[in-house]
């Protein structure tokens, strides 16, 4: 039978635990408001009072906390409790550089840190579904990801250094939350016709642009020279059309992605750039 901790039983970290716990393993949980440790008790959970305590005499531990500074808080909790070799694997969602600190001085300190961030809801935890990202040594990779994809549909080992997972976290979210803007925006330029989410949806039934996104980002980094297809001019003026249609006759909108962008194209058009393809203005470095 499995033994594992699992720190920190919010929303994901308890479907983390109700997973475990239904596939028969033995599960030691540990959260900072103890009120939330009820349910997975009634459950089969072993319950402690202190993460030291959670971890002792378990196989792997899963970290599932709100950042770093709570991170390195509970690490150092555990003190000597934590058994050697153990795998300590994080799937809190941190700051890249404090993550390659965090590793290199756990390392140096014989603690097996293995930062693991996923894009996961808490219904996925529970059902054993989503993305696990995975970094750090290829030997840990290797001997670890077997047991990991039990708690995920996909694990995805980006790499040697240890932030990179963490990168690539914070890349994807960057996406998911600026999608939700940028749809609330689209929807406020629907709303001026009438139109809701259910047209935003047959839009998207025939016009997705999901696909295209790969495309995006090549043509952006080749944005700086070539021909241009649609320059930065017009899509600043369909930019211009976007927010006049939102604002309809009474000049009211509040739109939370398109004024940055129509700023950053002002931007990149006194720079001299108006006749280069318009992805320029969101070009790093441009």
């Given at each position: 039978m499995e033994n594992v901790a699992v720190i920190g039983v919010g929303l994901l970290g308890a479907?983390?635990?109700?997973?475990?716990?239904?596939?028969?393993?033995?599960?030691?949980?540990?959260?900072?408001?103890?009120?939330?440790?009820?349910?997975?008790?009634?459950?089969?959970?072993?319950?402690?009072?202190?993460?030291?305590?959670a971890i002792r005499g378990v196989d792997r531990v899963?970290?599932?906390?709100?950042?770093?500074?709570?991170?390195?808080?509970?690490?150092?909790?555990?003190?000597?409790?934590?058994?050697?070799?153990?795998?300590?694997?994080?799937?809190?969602?941190?700051?890249?550089?404090?993550?390659?600190a965090r590793f290199q001085r756990l390392r140096a300190a014989g603690i097996r840190y293995i930062p693991a961030p996923v894009f996961m809801a808490p219904a996925n935890s529970r059902a054993g579904t989503g993305?696990?990202?995975?970094?750090?040594?290829?030997?840990?990779?290797?001997?670890?990801?077997?047991?990991?994809?039990?708690?995920?549909?996909?694990?995805?080992?980006?790499?040697?250094?240890?932030?990179?997972?963490a990168v690539y976290k914070l890349m994807g979210n960057s996406l998911i939350i600026g999608m939700s803007g940028v749809l609330g925006d689209a929807l406020q330029i629907g709303g001026s016709a009438g139109f809701g989410p259910a047209e935003m949806l047959t839009l998207l039934e025939n016009f997705n642009p999901g696909g295209m996104l790969p495309?995006?980002?090549?043509?952006?980094?080749?944005?700086?020279?070539?021909?241009?297809?649609?320059?930065?001019?017009?899509?600043?003026?369909?930019?211009?059309?976007?927010?006049?249609?939102?604002?309809?006759p009474t000049g009211a909108s509040d739109l939370h992605v398109l004024p940055g962008i129509a700023a950053g194209m002002d931007a990149a058009i006194a720079r001299g750039h108006a006749k280069r393809d318009y992805p320029i203005f969101a070009r790093r470095g441009r």
């Open positions: 479907g983390f635990a109700e997973h475990l716990l239904d596939r028969g393993a033995r599960v030691q949980v540990w959260n900072r408001t103890a009120s939330k440790l009820a349910p997975l008790a009634e459950r089969g959970a072993v319950v402690a009072d202190t993460p030291a305590d899963h970290i599932v906390l709100s950042e770093d500074d709570a991170v390195d808080a509970v690490i150092a909790a555990m003190g000597p409790a934590l058994a050697p070799g153990v795998p300590v694997v994080d799937h809190s969602t941190n700051e890249p550089a404090k993550v390659a993305l696990m990202l995975l970094a750090g040594p290829a030997a840990d990779a290797e001997a670890l990801t077997a047991t990991l994809l039990t708690m995920t549909g996909r694990v995805w080992y980006c790499g040697e250094r240890p932030e990179l997972a495309a995006f980002v090549q043509r952006m980094e080749r944005s700086p020279r070539g021909d241009a297809s649609f320059t930065l001019e017009m899509a600043r003026k369909d930019v211009r059309l976007m927010i006049e249609t939102a604002a309809g």
